[in-house]
């Protein structure tokens, strides 16, 4: 009996990571290491790991989804946000460390040491809070198992958010639903102590409101369409909605 090659005697799933640099990047410490790899030479079958609410590790999708061969949007600021996170950080371990030699001084006061605490670890608390939504590139989700056609794309339309990390030195995917989710409206505004935020939803199976920071006029038509049905979910009309992709069968939305 002919024994079949292993090549084909299991599905090929590898995971081609790589560096995410900005258009206009000029530095080697610009990179940002990215699950989401467009230049992958398998990206055909590689998997696509999303992050879940109340979850610590990620989750892999289906063997039928693949991510586009190209973003939809990229974020204009990504690589300062990035490093902005970056250095927050070193400043604040920096700080831990000055607070450390201050309080073990006999020459200065308890109250150096926390001051110096307080004056290095709050700005970068503040950035983090500020910048935990920003998303830095978005991604069409395929499925391989059915044709590409306009209905097939509209009917089940997933978008794979990036979004940095802590550090700002990686990213993770976070899934929305676009089709036939109305809880995808636009966020409400708010005061300049609150995270940055243009999207809002309700995750499906978690029941957890999650907040996505993209911005806007970025990524031309096709992130127009897409601003245009979370507009259409807001009650806001500017013009972008295109009645064709509403859903069939509840019309009256």
Same mark, same amino acid.
């Given at each position: 009996?002919?024994?079949?090659?292993?090549?084909?005697?299991?599905?090929?799933?590898?995971?081609?990571?790589?560096?995410?640099?900005?258009?206009?990047?000029?530095?080697?410490?610009?990179?940002?290491?990215?699950?989401?790899?467009?230049?992958?030479?398998?990206?055909?079958?590689?998997?696509?790991?999303?992050?879940?609410?109340?979850?610590?590790?990620?989750?892999?999708?289906?063997?039928?989804?693949?991510?586009?061969?190209?973003?939809?949007?990229?974020?204009?600021?990504?690589?300062?946000?990035?490093?902005?996170?970056?250095?927050?950080?070193?400043?604040?371990?920096?700080?831990?460390?000055?607070?450390?030699?201050?309080?073990?001084?006999?020459?200065?006061?308890?109250?150096?040491? *926390?001051?110096?605490?307080?004056?290095?670890?709050?700005?970068?608390?503040?950035?983090?809070?500020?910048?935990?939504?920003? *998303?830095?590139?978005?991604?069409?989700?395929?499925?391989?198992?059915?044709?590409?056609?306009?209905?097939?794309?509209?009917?089940?339309?997933?978008?794979?958010?990036?979004?940095?990390?802590?550090?700002?030195?990686?990213?993770?995917?976070?899934?929305?639903?676009?089709?036939?989710?109305?809880?995808?409206?636009?966020?409400?505004?708010?005061? *300049?102590?609150?995270?940055?935020?243009?999207?809002?939803?309700?995750?499906?199976?978690?029941?957890?409101?999650?907040?996505?920071? *993209?911005?806007?006029?970025?990524?031309?038509?096709?992130?127009?369409?897409?601003?245009?049905?979370?507009?259409?979910?807001?009650?806001?009309?500017?013009?972008?909605?295109?009645?064709?992709?509403?859903?069939?069968?509840?019309?009256?939305?």
């Amino acid at each position: 009996m002919a024994i079949r090659p292993f090549s084909t005697a299991l599905p090929v799933r590898i995971q081609h990571k790589g560096n995410f640099r900005t258009s206009d990047a000029t530095v080697e410490s610009d990179e940002i290491v990215t699950d989401n790899n467009p230049w992958s030479p398998t990206l055909y079958d590689d998997i696509v790991y999303v992050h879940k609410p109340n979850s610590i590790r990620a989750t892999a999708l289906p063997s039928n989804y693949r991510l586009s061969y190209s973003s939809l949007y990229e974020a204009p600021g990504a690589k300062y946000v990035a490093m902005l996170k970056r250095l927050t950080l070193s400043f604040a371990v920096l700080g831990v460390y000055g607070a450390k030699l201050f309080y073990e001084s006999a020459q200065f006061d308890d109250i150096y040491a *926390v001051a110096t605490l307080v004056s290095c670890g709050v700005p970068a608390a503040y950035v983090q809070y500020r910048t935990k939504d920003y *998303v830095t590139r978005i991604f069409r989700l395929y499925d391989k198992d059915k044709p590409q056609t306009l209905e097939n794309l509209v009917q089940d339309e997933k978008l794979i958010l990036e979004k940095l990390n802590s550090t700002g030195g990686k990213t993770y995917n976070t899934l929305l639903q676009v089709s036939n989710n109305r809880l995808l409206q636009l966020a409400p505004k708010r005061s *300049v102590l609150m995270p940055y935020a243009s999207w809002c939803e309700v995750d499906p199976e978690s029941n957890t409101k999650r907040e996505h920071y *993209v911005v806007d006029n970025i990524g031309g038509l096709k992130m127009d369409r897409i601003w245009g049905i979370v507009e259409h979910n807001s009650g806001v009309n500017n013009g972008r909605y295109i009645e064709e992709y509403e859903d069939k069968e509840n019309p009256e939305n």
